[in-house]
């Protein structure tokens, strides 16, 4: 087959900037000057098939239908909550269904924010945008990284593990103790991202200094930025997940052997599989990011796995700790509470979490 010079998508060159200042050449000069680093690593010119290109927009109509199914499902349980919060307040044996109503909505706050900071990436939505320079495009990548991987990512995962302990508690927490728990895991992982994003110093190796954004020059000279992801918040994000995970799984275990309804011990167990699946996925999805550059196949096939493996995380943890239970609280008409003996309050937390 006849393979067709084009350059590396959707530019003929890429270079790497670091999240650092060091002196090098004069700018470039570009609709908007952005410095050349002395360390930016520029690609050789590849050739590709033309059905590669083919590939790409199927990625991108892909990640955009992914996103779609996540706000849809994030929004339907956003009404399912305050409907069953609204209808609480008027019957009052509903009133233990929503004891978990802030917890929940906590939760569908942080999939809603990672869907649209995942849709401010993707590359279409920048000529929709009130024109940005290059140096504007790279911000907005380098927040990208910031908030996906050490705020809505983490917040959403530690208020996934708060609705499950606090499922099976005698007592509910107070509206404040999710907001300080989310936090108190979150605050470091935020810095530390921040950090190594937008202030990573100088003397570590070149490896360690590759940025969250490359710049990419088509065949007419326009410049795009293109985001990926620094080896940084890679290992930050890992430590995480890996902690996480043994965190989440110990929780689920005490879960299931808590609970005597088959049905809520189905939900805990395609939880738990879900999320350690989903989570490791992502963890080696990121690992290969540092070492391809964007517009590659294995790099564009790597964020795409990576995408569909948060999405369905997010979509399975809305479905069994928000949806299903307040369906299954509102069908039930209240005839669970009416009937349910003084000393069974434990059964009826139970309930209400999952």
């Known amino acids: 087959m006849r393979k067709f010079p084009f350059p590396t998508p959707p530019g003929r060159s890429l270079h790497f900037f670091p999240n650092v200042s ?16 002395e360390g930016a690593v520029t690609a050789r010119p590849i050739y590709f098939f033309p059905f590669l290109h083919i590939v790409k927009g199927g990625f991108d109509f892909a990640a955009v239908s992914l996103i779609a199914c996540v706000l849809f499902l994030s929004f339907l349980s956003l009404f ?14 509903l009133q233990n269904f929503s004891s978990l109503w802030t917890v929940r909505l906590l939760l569908v706050f942080f999939a809603i924010s990672w869907a649209f900071n995942e849709v401010f990436r993707q590359l279409f939505i920048f000529p929709i945008l009130t024109p940005l320079t290059l140096a ?8 990208h990284v910031v908030l996906s991987l050490g705020l809505f990512e983490p917040g959403f995962l530690v208020t996934l593990l708060f ?37 990573s110093p100088a003397w570590l190796p070149r490896f360690f200094l590759r940025g969250s954004s490359v710049i990419s020059t088509d065949a007419i000279g326009n410049k795009v930025v293109l985001c ?13 997940a890996t902690a996480y995970s043994l ?10 052997a808590f609970v005597i309804n088959k049905t809520i011990g189905g939900r805990i167990n395609m939880l738990a599989v879900s999320v350690m699946v989903a989570l490791p996925m992502q963890v080696l999805c990121l690992s290969v990011t540092p070492v391809s550059l ?14 569909a493996a948060v999405s369905w995380c997010v979509a399975v943890g809305e479905v069994i700790l928000v949806i299903k239970p307040i369906a299954d609280a509102l069908a039930a008409g209240g005839d669970y509470c009416r009937h349910i003996s003084p000393d069974s309050s434990v059964d009826n937390r139970r309930w209400d979490g999952l």
Do not use: E
């Open 163 to 199: 609705l499950v302990n606090f499922s099976i508690k005698n007592r509910n927490p107070t509206r404040m103790w999710a907001l300080v728990a989310v936090s108190a895991v979150c605050a470091p992982i935020l810095l530390l991202q921040t950090i190594v994003v937008f202030f």
């Open 228 to 240: 990926t992801y620094p080896t940084f918040s890679f290992i930050i994000f890992s430590a995480f």
């Open 294 to 307: 964007p517009g590659y196949l294995l790099h564009d096939c790597a964020v795409f796995a990576m995408l």
């Open 22 to 37: 060091s002196p090098g050449p004069s700018p470039q000069i570009s609709p908007s000057p952005v410095p050349a680093y």
């Open 136 to 143: 504007q495009q790279t911000s907005l990548c380098k927040a």
């Open 80 to 93: 399912f909550i305050i409907h069953l919060r609204l209808k609480s307040r008027r019957l009052p044996h």
């Open 247 to 256: 965190t989440f799984l110990l929780s689920c275990w005490k879960v299931v």
